[in-house]
């Protein structure tokens, strides 16, 4: 070979200037081993450790019920206390914080354990597995990319394509409608649909998605083993069913959360998992303060907190069906037995619904109690309409607390109720010695105990970068043995609460300290997990020295896995960084495109001013939607409809319309001015060149996570803002002329703004500091 020959570095073969006189050779392309298992992970949103059937659940679970029977129950698994941290954990097989997500993936405060993305130098298990020769496959809910990279412009080094999976379909959000979902990715680009077809529903979506990934593979690799994560969307709220599957479980749930959860702790103790001696919390433990007792309920309570729960029950049955029809495929495909698949929760039930639960979903979901007084969290609505797609709503806290039995608290404590999850593995392939479980496990394990099954190797470097070194534990050996060890120490953080467990002893700090306390400071309990497994009594008085020495413990650990600074003034998650003001720029929208993103409209729009500036020609009756923002949970939309020009309001389902004489054919200018009010109100007006037509004050501003569908131009997609006009028109495509431009500019920020607000005190302090 010529000395200046370029190209041939690393070739394993002989070139000569000829192929007479060369030999070829190929790369060696990965292969997995003989016989690899295929693996499926089942992630369900939200789900409490006892809202499954082997958890002493009375919802029909039956498919889940078989694996359990068949494989390993845990009754002693724990995660992170919120989703985006558990799912990185899992993904990653790092420690939450050193995976980026010391918190749910919306904001990067500018430090490493709150970055809300997975570090580039972490390969994920998919990545994992990929160089391992498996195919990998994922759908559901992902919600490990910042909001401010979910539009259709951003940098994508973040979505699950660009983290190893081959495939995926779903949201990249925290959660969806599953009538109607507010977007929907398909591998790297929003999947482009008007509307959806009655009946539709996410989940037999998803799970048709997740049997198609497989069928493609097999017809043309049909020995090649896969990886399949299916993240449900369920039971995160705005929890929703289909009607048939709530008329199972109506009349369930007439006896109250009371009995249900004492029926549900019997079932636990007879079935082993929780012991004999545990103890059920009651009265302030149990946050009785913050439950009504079902006997003091009327009749109307009743009925409406009943709905509520059947409609949770038929989720959770959703989501077992789901599972029953991949194990239908997987038995057609003759691979069900060499097939591992993992069940498991993400955090504890929550308790975002409230006291009495809500028909209103945004009218407190992400409001972080910031709602002024009169405020209308719960629109009255028909009860039957619970878990349809005009409604979205949230179990009360009373079924978060049955959920979670027989814990205490709710998902983001750091309490068991928050982080103790259900965790069912079924193989039977390698189903030696099959049966409950009671070592503790921490989501961590999951990666590095499917690699070793798998027989793959975490790569030692990923992205030119030396790989993190690994926090989780295969539990192998644990699957193995009902005797072997488990995990000894882990630590936990969530918005300042504190937690530790330490062999038999967990110290569990549920107020965030101040900086005069310490990071090891301020007030800690302490419990006895083998005698005291639902955390009843505090030992904190009788043993200080301990308690001291498992705080300092937990300060170690909190600097080996970046979960400093902690949150002392409350400003780590209202700091945005200045890169994303762009975001908040004027904007010209194209009509009948994809609507545009959730974070990237309400930039436009949230705690703000703003106005809209439409171009259009319209010819003799032109009609249908100009623009569209939001949905049933909130929104607003304008409109021309039957002669006239409509403005819709919905105010988390309380919905204003008012009208006008629709402008005459021709071009005209309409203008939508949206002014920001104190006590967190707008007030709306629609000129039509320069001269008022229509006007709305004193309504409530669609704030926190509403809108939550984006901006669409020329329709109404997906879930409707006008369910009245969406029945007699449904997406209401625009006809009858043209839209020939409109622009989104954004004016003033509310003064209730918590960015604003945030922004000021922090610049106070540093003239005084």
Known sequence: MDPVARGYEGFRGRVGEFTSESEPAWPVRPTAREGAPNIVVVLIDDLGFSDLGPFGSEIPTPHIDALAEGGWTFTNYRTAPMCSPARAALLTGLNPHRAGFGFVAHTDPGYPGFACELPAAAPTIAESLRAGGYATFAVGKWHLTLETRLHDGADRSSWPLQRGFDRYFGSMDGFTSLHHPHRLVQDNSVVDIAEFPDGYFLTDELTDRAIAMIDELRVNEARKPFFLYYAHTSVHGPIQAKEQDIERHRGRYEAGWNALREERFARQRARGIVPAHAALPVDALADGDRIPRWDDLGAEERA????????????????????????????????????????????????????????????????HGAVPDGWVTDVPRDVAEIGGPRLYGQYPTGWARVSNTPFRSFKSSTYEGGVHAPLVISWPAGAEAPGLREQFVFVSDLAPTLLDLAGVS??????????????????????????????????????????????????????????????????????????????????????????????????????????????????????????????????????????????????????????????????????????????????????????????????????????????????????????????LRWSLAVDVGGVERLRLDDVPMLAGMAPFTGISVGYDYGGPVDWELYERHRSNRFRGGRILSLQYVPGEVSPEDATVLRAIEREMRDLVD
Not at 309 to 327: F, K, P, T, W
Not at 329 to 344: D, P, Q
């Open 458 to 679: 975490r790569p030692e470097r990923w992205n030119g970068e030396a790989a993190p070194e690994i926090d989780g534990g295969s539990i192998a050996g644990v699957l193995a043995d009902p005797e072997a060890p488990g995990r000894e120490q882990q630590y936990f953080e969530c918005v300042g609460r504190r937690a530790l467990v330490d062999g038999e002893w967990k110290a569990v700090s549920p107020v965030a300290p101040t900086r005069a306390q310490g990071a090891a400071g301020g007030t800690w309990e302490l419990y006895h997990l083998p005698s005291d497994p639902t955390e009843t009594r505090d030992r904190a008085q009788d043993e200080p020295e301990r308690v001291r020495a498992l705080a300092e413990r937990w300060r170690h650990e909190a600097w080996r896995n970046t979960v400093f600074p902690l949150d002392d003034d409350g400003t780590l998650h209202t700091v945005r960084p200045d890169s994303e003001a762009a975001l908040s720029a004027p904007v010209s929208l194209v009509p009948f495109r994809p609507p545009l993103e959730r974070f990237r409209s309400a930039r436009l729009t949230v705690l703000r001013s703003f106005d809209v500036h439409a171009e259009l020609d319209l010819a003799a009756a032109a009609e249908g939607v100009i623009l569209a923002h939001g949905d049933q949970g909130g929104g607003y939309l304008l409109a021309l409809d039957g002669g006239e020009l409509l403005l819709s309001y919905n105010a988390y389902g309380a919905m204003r319309r008012i009208r006008s004489a629709a402008p005459a054919p021709g071009r005209h200018r309409i203008d939508l001015r949206v002014r920001a009010d104190l006590g």
């Open 304 to 367: 409406l907190f009943a709905r509520h729960m059947e409609v949770y029950a038929a989720s959770v049955d959703e989501v077992d069906q789901s599972v029953g029809r991949l194990l239908a495929r997987l038995e057609e495909l003759g691979e069900r037995e060499n097939t591992i698949i993992v069940v498991a929760s993400d955090n504890g039930g929550t308790a975002e619904g409230g006291p009495t639960g809500t028909r209103s979903y945004f009218a407190q979901f992400g409001m």
